[in-house]
């Protein structure tokens, strides 16, 4: 159980567009999920916090215009880079807290999303 | 320096070799959590533990409250545990951010 999926997992784009990256918990509800970008040889970075049916909460440094985020549903949450720019390549990843059950407050991550703007 | 330090970076074994990661923290923490990287990116979660000592197979996380450390321990290892292994930390408090360690690169040698 707990499992998180994304979609796309790899995406090519021209500079200016718009890409959209989906993360569903899969067989649990997520009240709370995470976003997190990395990029090479470095840890995971932690852009914003996306409760269910509220605006999402992001980390300092993070435009908020420019990384659209929406938590429509207990099971899904969408990531929106807007206008991208090739300084936007990177792996994003999300994650979703359990918050009941054996794995409560453990979170699960999907197995992330490639973006490369060209 | 880092809230969570983890040693060694880098850990090169032979197959079948016993591998132990070290994690140290410096903060309160409510759990603390082990998760494994593979190289296509994908990251797994392997343990969350607040007290003692978990299991799953060949893997075995202890931690140590007191100390503010902990350890996780690869039986038997195998080329397929070849991944980086992160530790992470949950503070206190209700903060439901993870405060993460520059990972672990292992290497298993057939």
């Known amino acids: 159980g707990a499992v998180v999926s994304q979609h796309p997992s790899r995406v090519i784009c021209k500079s200016g567009t718009s890409v959209k990256i989906e993360c569903r918990s899969l067989?649990?509800?997520?009240?709370?999920m995470f976003w997190y970008r990395q990029f090479p040889k470095q840890s995971l970075m932690l852009m914003a916090t996306?409760?269910?049916?509220?605006?999402?909460?992001?980390e300092q440094g993070v435009e908020k215009d420019k990384f659209l985020i929406n938590h429509a549903s207990l099971t899904l949450s969408t990531l929106t880079v807007t206008s991208a720019h090739p300084e936007d390549s990177s792996f994003y990843i999300c994650?979703?807290?359990?918050?009941?059950?054996?794995?409560?407050?453990?979170?699960?991550f999907g197995p992330g999303t490639r973006l490369t703007v060209l | 320096k880092n809230e969570v330090e983890q040693s060694p970076q880098n850990l090169t074994a032979q197959e079948g070799e016993f591998i132990t990661i070290n994690c140290s923290y410096s903060v309160g923490i409510s759990a603390l959590h082990w998760l494994q990287q593979h190289p296509g990116g994908g990251i797994v979660s392997l343990f969350m533990l607040s007290s003692g000592k978990k299991k799953h197979g060949r893997l075995i996380a202890t931690i140590n409250i007191q100390e503010k450390h902990s350890s996780l321990h690869i039986t038997a290892s195998h080329p397929r545990d070849s991944a980086v292994y992160i530790c992470a930390v949950s503070p206190q408090g209700g903060s439901e951010k993870l405060v993460f360690g520059k990972g672990t690169k292992l290497t298993v040698n057939p």
């Open positions: 996306s409760n269910e049916g509220s605006k999402a909460t992001y």
């Open positions: 067989d649990f509800q997520a009240t709370t």
């Open positions: 994650s979703a807290r359990v918050r009941s059950g054996v794995s409560y407050n453990e979170q699960f």
